[in-house]
């Protein structure tokens, strides 16, 4: 979320491999670099196998012996050959690679084979050849996501040339040259090296968040600072000479990779001093001022002022976007005296890198008028006036400030984002219509009009800043919009309305209409949730609440929907708290008699808290667990858990039950009424079936733990946050609380799910070896 106002504007899922330039550098970039995990120097290269002596291959002829070194020439051919066949057994087979042991013999065997390749080859191919092979094996291998493979066997190769106990971290520019470039950097091999190097940073970087997605481990974060400090130290000996301005180039874009993770996970003051070292290098290298670099340095401007932002030092931000704009305008002077553009392109050019630029910020429709020059880019003034990178959608209320004049200007901003709404988008039927086109697209081309995903930004501010009114008229003419498209993105901002369309009465608990009025063709009392296509569960259950709608809802729009078109994460997850935090004090309310079994199933069976603790298990299932707070996976697991087990072996828990054989159905023990709840499909199933399926979440739910304690645990062992704390009385200078048992509520829980999956699996157990024997009688 920090680089929300940064990324809004720049190329989507940008990564060192994706990013496209807006115009060939003057020498083409190598293709894809990357490299592994864990550094060269550490040398841990476990795949690796021991090397073979090579005394019989260095009695084999060279190369050379066959005729000249061209695509005829045999050594060459079967070199190539195998190589192929390899990275085509790869492609092919990687995908069969399901189990973690299929996966480790897969890479063993790939790690294995092209490790004999280059050791039979290698004494025999000439040197520039061989080299310039293992950089394009490591780049193939990159496509395919095999960081480690090209880290440890193509480009760790080529460096190990050069000295291993070289440390970049602790080096200066002319140590660093003395050791990667001791010919200076007009030999042909300099640009192999740089080529190895971005590899060898590309690949780490991979494969720390391959381990670690969203960086919750604070080694992953100082690794990516020990990456960035690398690029930097490459990209400051390549500055000085212009024909290696593509190392300049790929570095700004590897170093905005990095970062954008870091502000997105709340480490913005890191990632300041790089980003602005990338949009210093964009200045000073000479072939990069052109006009088609541009875009991509107020991209790297922008993110700079995103920074400055995020740290609180809005002053910086706006004097570094003046600063900015400036630096611009200087270009478009030197444009106008010598251009061999046209002057249309050079014009597009400038207007997408203004308008990246989000200070200095407007509030009123005068002020808008005055400096922007269609309803397109006025728009996006609303957007980033509004946008907080650091509230979340469902964090709803106004503006928290003790100014009030601060709170006149966001109601200007939302009054000023309806009128250009209604007058740009509205169709000749009344309602609103939208172009394909982006809002980047629309403002370059100076268009008086908005797109979708302009709209649907605004109508969630509108949800976060409580205008209802504003919000419930525009999301539902948004939703009947965006139910006429199939693409992927209008499924997903359909359900995301949809779902704050669902949660709203729950919030809008005193039905405040807000400060900005409805689009005028709204009716006033006129709903959209009726509208909304509900699971089909929620007809069967027979609950009018909202809080049983909102359950159905978020049921359907993630369980019954591709992964393309899932809601936002975000929303989701707090949506999952939320109505968790309801389930428990309904689950808590549950009075049932443990004496009698019938009685409990039928109580059970026709409760609309256990439906709801069905559904949100069932939520928490389809999306990842890290990404859901561990505690409450475990809670409901503990709870859902509890009840499979005590309809799968009654005679533990209840007196009536004695008779009651056990493998008979659950559902045959229910007589339900005619209109009531449909029951469970968990209720259905036989006990052997219902304890089977408690193992199994317990299980799930265990394995989410200890994923949570390997992410988020420091070098010592301890938790990065979950700790006790104790309050000390007998200091004199009052009470100071001291953090003791680390890790004490996760370790309970988690002792907690260990007991009751082996005591479910000791019941499962006794149930299966009765059956064996009752078939054998």
């Given amino acids: 979320m920090a680089a929300q106002g940064t990324c809004s504007t720049s190329p989507s899922n940008l990564s060192p491999i994706s990013v496209s330039p807006p115009g060939p550098p003057p020498t083409p970039p190598p293709t894809s670099t990357a490299i592994s995990k864990t550094p060269l120097e550490s040398k841990a290269s476990s795949l690796t196998p021991q090397p073979r002596s090579a005394c019989r291959e260095d009695l084999l002829p060279l190369a050379v012996f066959y ?27 990687k995908a069969l690679a399901t189990t973690e042991e299929k996966k480790h013999e897969f890479h063993s065997r790939c790690a294995t084979s092209l490790f004999n390749i280059w050791t039979k080859y290698a004494p025999r191919l000439p040197a520039a050849y061989y080299n310039e092979k293992l950089l394009k094996v490591g780049d193939e291998l990159c496509e395919m996501k095999e960081y480690k493979l090209a880290l440890l066997q193509c480009y760790g190769r080529y460096l190990q040339q050069f000295s291993i106990k070289f440390d970049e971290n602790k080096a200066d520019v002319n140590q660093f040259k003395t050791v990667f470039f001791p010919k200076g950097f007009g030999d042909k091999t300099a ?59 790929n570095g700004t874009i590897y170093i905005y990779t990095i970062c954008r993770k870091l502000m997105i996970i709340g480490h913005s003051s890191k990632a300041l001093e790089y980003l602005l070292w990338a949009s210093m290098c964009m200045e000073s290298s000479v072939p990069l001022l052109s006009v088609r670099y541009l875009t991509w340095r107020a991209t790297l401007y922008a993110a700079v002022c995103q920074c400055y932002h995020d740290c609180q030092a809005g002053i910086h931000g706006e004097a570094f976007a003046r600063r900015a704009l400036a ?35 407007t509030i009123t429709e005068r002020l808008l008028d005055e400096m922007f ?22 964090q709803t209320g106004p503006v928290v400030t003790d100014e009030v004049e601060v709170r006149d200007v966001v109601s200007e901003l939302f009054i000023a984002g309806k009128e250009l709404l209604i007058m740009s988008n509205t169709g000749a039927d009344g309602m609103l219509d939208f172009p394909k086109s982006s809002l980047l697209q629309l403002i370059i081309k100076r268009k008086n009009v908005i797109s979708v995903d302009a709209a649907v930004k605004f109508t969630k501010l509108a949800f976060t800043y409580e205008e209802w009114s504003l919000f419930e008229s525009s999301a539902g003419q948004l939703i009947d919009f965006l139910r006429r498209r199939d693409d992927p993105e209008s499924k997903k901002a359909e359900k995301n309305l949809t779902l704050l369309i669902a949660i709203e009465p729950l919030i809008n608990v005193k039905r405040n209409k807000g400060l900005v009025f409805p689009f005028e063709n709204y009716k006033e009392g006129q709903t959209y949730i009726n509208k909304i296509a509900l699971h089909d569960t929620l007809k069967t259950c027979g609950y009018s609440e909202d809080i049983f709608r909102l359950a159905a809802t978020l049921y359907s729009c993630v369980c019954d929907s591709p992964q ?28 049932v008699s443990r004496n009698d079994y019938a009685k409990f199933t039928q109580k059970i069976s026709t409760n609309k808290w256990v439906y709801l603790l069905w559904q949100i298990n069932e939520i928490i299932h389809c999306c990842k667990m890290e990404d859901i707070d561990i505690v409450m996976v475990a809670e409901v697991t503990l709870r859902l858990s509890e009840i499979l087990e005590s309809l799968g072996n009654p005679r533990r828990k209840f007196k009536k039950s004695l008779d009651i054989p056990l493998r008979k159905e659950t ?18 199933k036989k006990p052997e079936e219902q304890l089977f399926l408690a193992y199994e979440l317990l299980d799930k739910a265990i394995g989410g733990i200890n994923l949570n304690c390997m992410i988020a645990a420091l070098p010592n062992g301890t938790s990065v946050i979950d700790h006790c704390y104790t309050t000390h009385t007998h200091y004199t200078d009052g009470d100071i609380c001291k953090p003791v048992t680390p890790n004490s509520f996760i370790m309970d829980l988690h002792l907690e799910l260990i007991q009751a999956q082996h005591r479910i699996a000791v019941v499962l157990l006794d ?9 054998v009688a």
């Fill in 564 to 591: 393309n078109a899932q809601p936002d994460k975000e929303i989701v997850v707090d949506m999952i708290m939320f109505l968790w935090q309801k389930c428990k004090l309904g689950i808590q309310r549950i009075n």
């Fill in 767 to 775: 149930h299966l070896q009765g059956c064996c024997l009752t078939d």
């Fill in 667 to 684: 559902s045959e023990l229910l007589e339900t009424p005619k209109g009531s709840v449909e029951v469970l499909p968990m209720l259905k």
């Fill in 327 to 361: 630096k611009i305008d200087e270009l478009r002077q030197l444009e106008l005296m010598s251009s061999s553009q046209s002057q249309e392109d050079s014009r597009r050019y400038y207007t997408e890198a203004t308008i990246k630029l989000p200070w200095p910020r």
């Fill in 191 to 249: 640009a192999h090296t740089f080529h190895a190097l971005n590899g060898k940073n590309i690949c780490n970087y991979q494969l720390v968040c391959d381990s670690d997605t969203n960086l919750q481990n604070k080694e992953s974060v100082i690794q990516c600072l020990h990456i960035l400090s690398s690029l930097r130290l490459i990209m400051q000996v390549a500055l000085p000479q212009e024909h290696l301005c593509w190392i300049i180039f």
């Fill in 373 to 394: 020059d269609s309803t397109a880019s006025r728009f996006l003034a609303v957007l980033e006036a509004l946008s907080d990178p650091n509230r979340r959608t469902l």
């Fill in 67 to 93: 005729g000249p070194l061209d695509a005829k020439n045999p050594l060459l051919v079967s070199c190539e050959k195998e190589i192929q066949e390899l990275l085509g057994f790869m492609k092919r087979k």
